[in-house]
């Protein structure tokens, strides 16, 4: 039946077909996040006056292993627990003993997790759950540092060690002194500040 009709027409459908099928690949990877590659992390490092903030910015499953939304009790308990180790921010974030960083303010934001299991005491800002099967999760990190000019490295290796998921983080980095880019891998996280 098939040989019975031209060639042509056929082949052209195929083609046709391609960019389609290319489409639908970069939008169930990358529709709503441009950033998201399983195993890699974006950080967003600012010093600013006293305050040292700390935006991560990874796909969910670097943190609990998955990105749908957490309906059993088990995957409940992997979401608080992962929340609690975000909350630790003096164990996944060490700075200077002598710039006397302490954290003042964390927020946790995920599409497909509800606020309150990941211990927010108000409602997240509205966000839509995405429709690719991929989510992402937010945290802000906000430091106060009563000695900023002491301040001279951020280390994130307690942040691998906690979340084996991540294989890479790419920082950026903002301060007084520095502005520029770091990768960050498992064994080399100790990011330079001046
Ligand atoms: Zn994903």
Known sequence: MFRSRPLL?????SLASL????????????????????????????LEGNTLTLHLDTPLINVVGFEHAAN??????????????????????????????????????????????????????????PADGHADLDADFTLVCATPGALTTVDASGLFAAFPGFQRIDVQLATPKKQGAAQLVPGTALIPLN
């Open 19 to 46: 960019p389609a099928l290319a489409a639908d690949d970069a939008h169930d990877h990358h529709g709503n996040h441009p950033a998201h590659v399983h195993g890699v992390g974006k950080l967003d490092l600012a």
């Open 72 to 129: 059993s009790a088990r995957d409940k308990d992997t979401v608080r627990a992962a929340a609690k180790t975000l909350r630790d921010v003096g164990r996944l974030f060490v700075t200077d003993a002598a710039a006397q960083c302490k954290p003042a303010e964390i927020q946790l934001e995920s599409a497909v997790l509800p606020p309150a299991l990941l211990g927010e005491k108000t409602p997240a800002t509205e966000s839509t759950a």
């Open 9 to 13: 027409p056929l082949l052209l459908l």
